[in-house]
């Protein structure tokens, strides 16, 4: 199987065109002004994929870059930026050691990028997130609940076929971890080209979240369900806030 967001980062934004990204966007935003977060601070959105949501928060008025590790997903995020008519800067770099020019008054990490870290990588990811950010800067990320992980995603298969792609998608279950194997048929031309890769994220609890965060330094740290919704058992998501101590 190939590399993570490879064949992905071609159909990625046609894929969630029915989701509540359009929602999310917003959310973040909003959750950012009431934080503090003013138009013009400077931030970066981390494994910024395609990056959709860097394009929101730059439309919004945020001095943001893009960073991700995937360089296939970078240039799909360049050029969806400038049909948009937005100049935004993207770089390659992992956020395990996230290193910016500059003190940024914000960090996101959107979708289940911190559900790709190993938890032995999780204290260093935050320490580097910590170092990257001005006295009181505010750090907002999400993950997979360890409830979506075991019994949404789990051993489970899910699929799609619409007319410019089709995939398979198996999930096998570990210890701490699923494993994500994808086959896509993409669209090329009047044939349709087999593309695979392999995804593996890890299950993070919330006190394994909350402990590393202190320990890295971060103050004031605050947790909810998907766009600001009570946190309950079978809640898919966790959104983590946390400020710079």
């Not at 914000?106 to 950010?133: G, H, Q, R, W």
Request: proline share 0%; with cysteine; aromatic share 12%.
């Amino acid at each position: 199987m190939a590399k993570a967001y490879g064949a992905l980062s071609k159909v990625y934004e046609y894929l969630i065109l029915d989701s509540d990204y359009n929602l999310w966007a917003e959310y973040i935003v909003s959750h950012l002004n009431a934080l503090g977060v003013k138009r013009g601070d400077s931030g970066i959105d981390c494994a910024c994929g395609s990056g959709f949501f860097t394009r929101a928060l730059k439309s919004a008025g945020y001095d943001v870059l893009g960073v991700d590790l995937s360089l296939e997903m970078l240039t799909e995020a360049k050029n969806l930026s400038q049909k948009q008519g937005l100049n935004i800067q993207f770089l390659q770099m992992n956020i395990v050691n996230l290193k910016s020019f500059k003190k940024v008054d914000f960090l996101t990490v959107i979708n289940d990028a911190i559900n790709y870290i190993e938890p032995k990588d999780i204290l260093k990811t935050f320490k580097s997130f910590y170092s990257n950010l001005n006295s009181q800067g505010v750090l907002v990320f999400d993950i997979s609940s360890e409830y979506k992980i075991k019994n949404i995603l789990g051993n489970n298969l899910f699929g799609e076929d619409t007319e410019d792609c089709s995939y398979m998608w198996f999930n096998s279950q570990g210890d701490g971890f699923v494993d994500m194997d994808i086959v896509l048929f993409l669209k090329e031309g009047d044939k349709y080209v087999k593309k695979e890769e392999s995804h593996r994220q890890f299950s993070h609890s919330l006190d394994f979240i909350l402990e590393n965060l202190e320990k890295a330094g971060f103050k004031d740290v605050s947790y909810t369900a998907h766009l600001g919704k009570e946190l309950k058992s079978d809640s898919e998501r966790i959104v983590f806030t946390a400020r710079k101590g």
